[in-house]
């Protein structure tokens, strides 16, 4: 019997379902301080990783330190991982480039070349336009994001959706962009799609003073960035979900926009958030 309630120890491990040799080898070797917070990490990484099952070892580190709290390197939480049988969910890899318009009105030199990396905001973009499905019934419909992207900050300057990929979904995100950013003159990089090297597009980048920069033809590694941030969004909020209308996927498209700029941690901005990062530069100058 327990000796300071007077429990008999073989109704309590029937009630707990536990054997007798397991509470008297708990008694006799009671868990360390290691264990002990081993199991505490465990189950924040259970439940980030129910959240975020798109998340990798490295990532939910970051998360566990940026966001909980908790300090441990990129090995424990691996050990962890492995033990409680967590792994990311599948990585899926694009499947094609955009091709270029045949009959061009103006093209641009690579300037950017692939110098990823910028000093301070806005200093360089990149834009491109990818497509997402949804399905009514047996129908297939298509909606299209177009996005801006801060190679300083990796953060999403602005986007606009449509059902159509033409030159008002361009020509408005640019628009909503040099709205948000009037004292921009970034280097403005893009593929060769027919929007990009329209008079009109053109003619924009005159008139506020950037220098246009396009990918070489079939080169999409030329807009690494900009394609990577592609396969972000898709497989951690499109790929392995069936929308059925539009609204939700449009909803769940500007929610994770917006998740990616303050709250989605990236190493590359020393474990900030893209807006973190952003207004850090602004703090110090």
């Not at 392995?240 to 901005?269: A, C, M, P, W």
Request: glycine share 4%; net charge positive; hydrophobic share 30%.
């Amino acid at each position: 019997m327990s000796s300071s309630k007077g429990y008999p120890v073989n109704k309590l491990c029937k009630y707990l379902n536990i054997t007798r040799s397991a509470y008297y080898h708990w008694l006799k070797h009671p868990q360390s301080n290691s264990e002990i917070q081993n199991e505490y990490i465990s189950s924040e990484i259970k439940r980030i990783h129910e959240q975020h099952p798109d998340m990798g070892y490295r990532r939910i580190r970051d998360e566990l330190d940026g966001h909980n709290g908790i300090h441990v390197n990129d090995k424990r939480v691996l050990r962890i991982c492995r033990k409680c049988d967590i792994k990311s969910t599948i990585k899926w890899k694009p499947k094609s480039c955009t091709r270029g318009d045949r009959n061009p009105d103006h093209v641009a030199k690579n300037y950017l070349q692939r110098e990823f990396h910028a000093d301070k905001p806005n200093e360089k973009w990149l834009t491109d336009v990818s497509e997402f499905k949804y399905y009514i019934g047996i129908e297939v419909h298509k909606i299209y994001l177009s996005a801006i992207l801060d190679l300083y900050d990796r953060r999403i300057v602005t986007f606009k959706i449509s059902e159509h990929n033409n030159n008002p979904l361009v020509m408005e995100t640019f628009d909503e962009a040099v709205h948000l950013e009037p004292d921009a003159h970034p280097l403005f990089h893009s593929d060769r799609g027919y929007q990009y090297t329209s008079t009109q597009f053109y003619n924009r980048l005159l008139e506020h003073h950037m220098k246009q920069s396009m990918s070489r033809v079939a080169h999409c590694i030329d807009n690494g960035p900009m394609e990577g941030f592609w396969g972000i969004l898709k497989r951690e909020m499109y790929y392995g979900h069936r929308f059925t209308n539009k609204e939700t996927l449009v909803n769940d498209i500007s929610k994770y926009i917006d998740y990616y700029n303050n709250q989605r941690l990236q190493r590359k901005l020393n474990v900030m958030t893209p807006m973190e990062f952003h207004n850090q530069y602004a703090k110090a100058v």
